[in-house]
C-alpha cells in the first residue's frame, strides 16, 4: 500500500487550496441538508485522530469499516447530520470552515508523526483493525466529501492519484473482485462510482451484471 499519510497529506492541501478561493459557505451542497461550511466542520471533525487503544494483531481491513450494518439505515444517517450541524453551530461562531479545516488538518498531520501505523486498535462497532487500514476511511472521507465540495461549487474533481492509489483496494473489497475490464473505469471514474458521487449507467450495469446492485459500494 502507498503511504497513506503523505496521500492523507496530499488530499487535505488539495481540499485546502480548494477553500482559499471560496467567501460564501452558506449555499447548499451535494450532502443535503447540510451548509457549504457545515460540509467543510464534517470534513474537519472527520479526520481528527484520536487516542485509540492499542489491542492484540487484528486482520480487519478498512473495507470492514463500511461493512457495519448501521450504516445503511435512516437513523445512521440522521444522527450524522445532526451532529455535524451541531458542531457547526459551535465551531462557525467563532472561525470560518477553512480556518477550521486548516486547525484539524495541521492537528491531524501533527499527531500521525507520533502513530505506529503498524499497531493495531479498537474501532468502535468495528473491533480490532490495524491503524493504517483505520486511517485509510479517514482519507475516504477527505476524498469523497473533497469532491462533495467540488460538485457543490460546480468545479472539477481535484481527487489526488496518491488517495485514488491507496483508495482503490477498498472499492475492490467491498465489490468482491476487480470491476469488468470492459467498463474501462479509471481510478477516478471508479471512486466516484463506488461512493455514489456519479452515477452507474444502464449500459454499465449490464456489464456488472450480478454485481450491479452493489453500487454504491458506501456513501
Not at 445532526?82 to 465551531?91: F, N
Request: hydrophobic content about 40%.
Amino acid at each position: 500500500m502507498d503511504n497513506v499519510v503523505a496521500a492523507m497529506a496530499e488530499e487535505g492541501r488539495a481540499l485546502l487550496s480548494a477553500l482559499d478561493s471560496v467567501d460564501d459557505f452558506s449555499g447548499p451542497t451535494n450532502c443535503p441538508p447540510w451548509t457549504l461550511g457545515e460540509l467543510v466542520v464534517h470534513i474537519g471533525s472527520s479526520i481528527r485522530i484520536p487516542d485509540l487503544p492499542t489491542v492484540a494483531d487484528a486482520s480487519t481491513e478498512a473495507a470492514d469499516y463500511y461493512r457495519r450494518p448501521e450504516r445503511a439505515t435512516e437513523k445512521y444517517r440522521q444522527d450524522n447530520v445532526a451532529h455535524g450541524q451541531h458542531d457547526a453551530g459551535r465551531i462557525l461562531a467563532t472561525m470560518s470552515p477553512t480556518a477550521y479545516f486548516e486547525n484539524a488538518f495541521g492537528d491531524a498531520l501533527d499527531a500521525l508523526q507520533k502513530v505506529d501505523l503498524r499497531r493495531s486498535v479498537e474501532i468502535a462497532r468495528v473491533g480490532p483493525m490495524p491503524f493504517e487500514q483505520w486511517l485509510v476511511t479517514r482519507l475516504i472521507s477527505i476524498a469523497a466529501h473533497g469532491l462533495d465540495v467540488a460538485i457543490s461549487l460546480d468545479r472539477p474533481p481535484w481527487t489526488t492519484a496518491a488517495a485514488l492509489r491507496v483508495m482503490r483496494p477498498v472499492f475492490v473489497s467491498l465489490l468482491g473482485g476487480e470491476p469488468p475490464i470492459q467498463l474501462g473505469w479509471s481510478d477516478q471514474h471508479f471512486f466516484e462510482v463506488s461512493t455514489g458521487r456519479r452515477q452507474v449507467t444502464v449500459d454499465e450495469r449490464q456489464t456488472l451484471g450480478s454485481s450491479s446492485p452493489a453500487f454504491p459500494l458506501l456513501s
